[in-house]
């Protein structure tokens, strides 16, 4: 059973950084492109960044490009996003994507 589980959300202001990790398991996490999307309140959920399996290469939206950054650990099977300058519009909830499955998700909130 595919399982991802996000972490390192939390409240940080105006220009400051986070680091979110998904740990995945269930499945051959190497083989497989992986993913961030957000849901912001009373928005739907948007795609943030993917990172393909075999070259490692990065995929960002617009909104997110030159501030966060995308990685991946295949030997820990965890997916990474390091977050920049972040903005009151980044706040949301931040769901890891593999496979057609989601993680619970993990709140990050930017104050102004």
């Known amino acids: 059973e595919v399982q991802l589980v996000e972490s390192g959300g939390g409240l940080v202001q105006a220009g400051g950084s986070l680091r979110l990790s998904c740990e995945a398991s269930?499945?051959?996490?190497?083989?497989?492109?992986i993913g961030w999307f957000r849901q912001a309140p009373g928005k739907e959920r948007e795609w943030v960044s993917c990172i393909s399996s075999s070259d490692g290469r990065s995929y960002y939206a617009d909104s997110v490009k030159g501030r966060f950054t995308i990685s991946r650990d295949n030997a820990k099977n965890t997916l990474y996003l390091q977050m920049n300058n972040l903005k009151p519009e980044d706040t949301a909830v931040y769901y890891c994507y593999a496979l057609g499955r989601w993680g619970q998700g993990t709140q990050v909130t930017v104050s102004s």
């Open positions: 269930g499945f051959t996490f190497d083989d497989h492109v």
